[in-house]
Structures are given as C-alpha cells and as structure tokens.
C-alpha cells in the first residue's frame, strides 16, 4: 500500500472520530433543550405563589407575585445582553417585602437600551407599595465573560451600596449573594422575572 493510500485511510478515519464527536455532542445539545422545555412547561404549570409569605418550595419558571417596596437606589445594570440586534442592559432592583429586617427579592424588571451616556432608568414610586408578577428562576441568568479570555475583567459590584454619587453600577454577571453582602439586604434565593407594571419587562419573558 502506497504512502498517499495510508494517508488517505488516516484522513478518513480522522473524519469518521470528529463526525462521529459532533453527532454525540448534537444529541447532547438536543437532549439538554428536551430537558429545559419539560422544565419550564412543568414550572409554569404550577400554581401561582405568593412570595410575600416566603414559601417553602419553589420551581424555575413557576409564576409568582410578589408585594412589597422598591429600592431604586440599589439597581444593578447587566452589561451586554442584547435585544433584537441591539445593545443593552438588563435592570436588576430588589423589592423590598419586610421592612423590619429587610427581606428582599431581586427583581429583573426589562431590559434598556445602551447609549453613549449614564443610563436613565424610568423613575421608580419608593415610597408606594407595587405588586409585581413574574416568574422565578433559580439565579440571574449568566453570560460568560470573553473578556477574561483576553483583557480586564468585568467591573464587579463596589464594596458598599448604594453607590457614591449615585451612578448605577455595571457589570456582566451578578451573583444573589454578592448583591446580599454590599447592600446589607436578605435576599431571598431566587429572582423574580418581572412580566407586568414595568414596560421594560417585556423583553425578559
């Protein structure tokens, strides 16, 4: 058998394992959005909570209410989440729900589009109870930071909130407990995905 035959035979046998690695890692994939479907029908087929009196079992995706006061001035902005092509933010605000030790959910209220400027939120009443309605899921939903790869890492949360000067912080991903430890809240260990009140909330659905 020639050279240019065994290099033939080495080619094809190459293509066969990485065809063969593909064809695993596409039924992987299908398996996995298999999965996340029959997870969010079966969440969303659960009765609504109310979680202003703290349930005990909670599913991702169950529909959900919640009753309680703004903090405006503890809004986090998630960088880079895009929406129809176009760049932008995701409003993350805790929702006061007991006042006397300052139990609170996080609240994923919409997205908002970026400029060349400091964001402007639309005014939030502090001062007004509000009953917003949503769905819960376990963590604020993740984008993988590339530029850990390659340059600086993403601006994390300052030491303490709210912030000096009043400016918004930005950053690419934003951990429950991370918020808990510089805003002093209690946060409850989930986050609502707003889907009424705010106009904003309709693009996270």
Same mark, same amino acid.
């Given at each position: 058998m020639s050279k240019k035959n065994i290099a033939a035979i080495v080619f094809?046998?190459?293509?066969?394992?990485?065809?063969?690695s593909l064809g695993k890692w596409q039924l992987s994939r299908a398996a996995e959005r298999v999965a996340l479907t029959e997870e969010i029908t079966a969440g969303r087929n659960q009765p609504?909570?109310?979680?202003?009196?703290?349930?005990?079992?909670t599913h991702n995706w169950q529909p959900s209410r919640a009753t309680g006061y703004w903090r405006p001035?503890?809004?986090?902005l998630l960088e880079n989440r895009n929406y129809q092509g176009r760049p932008g933010y995701w409003v993350a605000t805790p929702l006061i729900l007991d006042s006397d030790d300052n139990e609170a959910v996080l609240v994923l209220r919409g997205w908002l589009a970026r400029t060349?400027?400091?964001?402007?939120?639309?005014? $939030?009443?502090?001062? *007004? +109870?509000?009953?917003?309605?949503?769905? =819960?899921?376990?963590h604020v939903p993740r984008m993988y930071e590339l530029m850990? $790869?390659?340059g600086p *890492? +993403?601006?994390s949360l300052p030491s303490? =909130?709210?912030s000096a000067g009043g400016r918004i912080p930005t950053v690419q991903n934003l951990q429950i407990a991370d918020l808990e430890r510089v805003s002093n809240l209690r946060l409850r260990p989930y986050v609502l995905l707003q889907q009424q009140v705010s106009p904003l909330a309709k693009t996270l659905a």
């Open positions: 094809l046998l190459a293509l066969s394992a990485v065809c063969m609504l909570i109310d979680l202003s009196s703290a349930p005990g079992n001035d503890l809004t986090v060349t400027s400091q964001p402007v939120l639309p005014p $939030l009443q502090a001062e *007004e +109870a509000v009953s917003i309605q949503g769905e =819960l899921r376990s850990r $790869l390659w *890492e +993403a601006e303490t =909130l709210p």
